[in-house]
């Protein structure tokens, strides 16, 4: 007999009863996505006046900085926290040591400061990872064929410091080097920068589902290989706690998981191991899949996006960073997905 078995059983027990009615079922929801759980990716560009549709990306655009401020506006209009910017670097800007990403006038230094002068309370969270700055798309050093450890810590180090002075919020790892964080952490503090906020890619896999990420700021077609020696094994689950264990020892003060809807259990694992503040990326794979199947009419994308969100809090997630945001946003209000 299963515990269960003491709580009551049909037909006594009806569990349809509290699903009868719409305000029952309010009343009994374990869990709600609200707009305060949304981190919204938003991808840069050069140029002036720029709005260039990503292809295998619906929805999503590449924007010029001067644009900026309009997304950032949106995106406190709409309620949404944080915004997490993304550049696609000018082919002639890439190098094999990805230098452009120490440039002080870098897309995203510049975009930092765009979005903080016209909407100062909205969170800004940067990647530090070298891939759209490299030739290669690797998102470290890239010697003989082999991603160097120590060597790019030191370029990623600097990076975070960077984007600190630009003033971001919050600076995120997603290379999956092994000590960037106690790196960064130092580096930060020596810098005076001991408010801004780690939120380390801690349990970051090697996915086939940062295809349409890839496209958007052109590392995709260069990739020289696989990601397999730094991001982790799709395989494994406990790896990825060690993995947060190290980060949090480090200094991070909020972790990641990602991909999103196809590791919701690590998602879970996480979250009730640690109990730290736990985040999950819906990734642009993930998105696009909903995206296509909503426009080839095989799907209603508003009720599988707003199911695929709430997926992520009822696994223990904290928040998510969904290209969907501002989509979500106004769902929220319009209460679809209830
Ligand atoms: C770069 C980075 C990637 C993503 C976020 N940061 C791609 C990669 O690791 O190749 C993927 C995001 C997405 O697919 O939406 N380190």
Not at 77 to 106: C, H, K
Request: overall charge negative; charged content about 20%.
């Amino acid at each position: 007999m299963s515990q269960f078995a003491t709580y009551g059983s049909y037909p006594t027990t009806r569990l349809r009863r509290n699903r009868a009615d719409h305000w029952t079922r309010r009343l009994v929801a374990e869990t709600r996505l609200t707009v305060d759980d949304l981190i919204w990716p938003i991808f840069l560009t050069e140029g002036s006046g720029v709005r260039e549709p990503v292809a295998s990306m619906p929805g999503v655009d590449r924007v010029s900085v001067d644009v900026v401020p309009d997304l950032a506006a949106l995106a406190v209009q709409n309620g949404i926290p944080a915004v997490a910017p993304f550049p696609n670097t000018p082919e002639a800007l890439r190098t094999p040591d990805g230098t452009e990403a120490l440039n002080p006038d870098n897309l995203m230094c510049r975009a930092i400061r765009a979005i903080k002068a016209v909407a100062p309370d909205l969170g800004v969270i940067t990647d530090v990872a070298l891939d759209p700055y490299t030739t290669h798309g690797h998102d470290g050093l890239l010697v003989d064929g082999v991603i160097l450890n120590d060597e790019t810590l030191a370029l990623l180090t600097q990076q975070a410091v960077l984007l600190a002075a630009a003033g971001t919020d919050v600076v995120a790892p997603s290379d999956m080097m092994d000590g960037r964080i106690g790196s960064i952490r130092q580096a930060l503090d020596d810098g005076g920068h001991t408010g801004v906020r780690i939120l380390s890619y801690a349990a970051k896999y090697a996915s086939a589902f940062y295809g349409p990420f890839r496209d958007a700021v052109g590392s995709g077609v260069k990739l020289a290989g696989d990601k397999k020696t730094y991001q982790m094994d799709p395989a494994n689950s406990d790896e990825a706690l060690r993995e947060v264990a190290f980060d949090l020892q480090e200094g991070a003060d909020m972790v990641m998981v990602k991909p999103g809807i196809i590791y919701l259990d690590i998602v879970r694992r996480v979250r009730e191991t640690f109990a730290v503040p736990t985040f999950a990326y819906h990734v642009s794979g993930e998105y696009a899949m909903l995206r296509a199947a909503g426009q080839a009419g095989w799907l209603n994308y508003d009720r599988s996006l707003m199911e695929t969100l709430l997926a992520f809090k009822r696994a223990g997630a904290s928040g998510v960073l969904t290209y969907a945001a501002l989509d979500a946003a106004r769902l929220l209000r319009e209460g679809i997905g209830k």
